[in-house]
């Protein structure tokens, strides 16, 4: 099958210099495409900048920000029979990006944000993608609750929910303790090393 992954952070893009970013190190999203190239699928990585290794046999789309990320999901998804995404993208862009290094005059400098655009919600209405759709939800409260909303409102049929207020687990750690919400059940799954769970996961999303 064809399986589009997102992973890795955005980075949004302040004056030439600075950027807004978050702690994704990517690591849950390339133990994904790791585990989907093993099992024979072709894989397209499209992933925010990260120290990782490209995994052996995955197609690899670079990309920076959130906007940039829409833009090659948009492009790609129509090929895909399944998109999973584990990326975590930033919500909020800086509304003026500078032309020149911002200097330092003030005591305090106020940053204008401006929402992004939603990837994960627009695949169905705005993309008209049909295939098998897999989201993340990173929480840090009322996590089944929260990945149930998400599942719901952008018609996914599994979000993978992690409690990112952990530090053993979720962002930046090399292990990860998931609850799979699906549409009308939900599962919780041990904790294990990224790349294991990986390939559970791919597993069951084979599966859907
Ligand atoms: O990269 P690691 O260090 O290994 O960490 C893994 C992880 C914690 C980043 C990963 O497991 C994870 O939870 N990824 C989703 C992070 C996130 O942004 O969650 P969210 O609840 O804010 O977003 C919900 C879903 O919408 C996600 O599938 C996200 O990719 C997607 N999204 C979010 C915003 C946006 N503008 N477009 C999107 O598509």
Redesign the pocket.
Known sequence: MKILI???PTREPIDPVRYLTNR??????YALAAAAAKRGHEVLLISGPTSLDLPPGVDYLPIES?ADMYQAVESQIGRQDIAI?????A?YTPAQVADQKIKKTGEQLTLTLEK?????GSTREVMNFSGTLV?????TENVEENARG?CQRKSCNLVIA?D?SRRDI???SQE?EVMLVYPDRTESLPKDR?DHLAYHLIEIIESL
């Open positions: 997102t992973a890795g994704s190190s990517g690591k849950m999203g959130a995404f584990a990326a975590a993208v919500d992004t655009k939603d990837i994960l989201g993340f939800a990173a929480e998400k992690n990112v979720g962002f930046d990860n990224k």
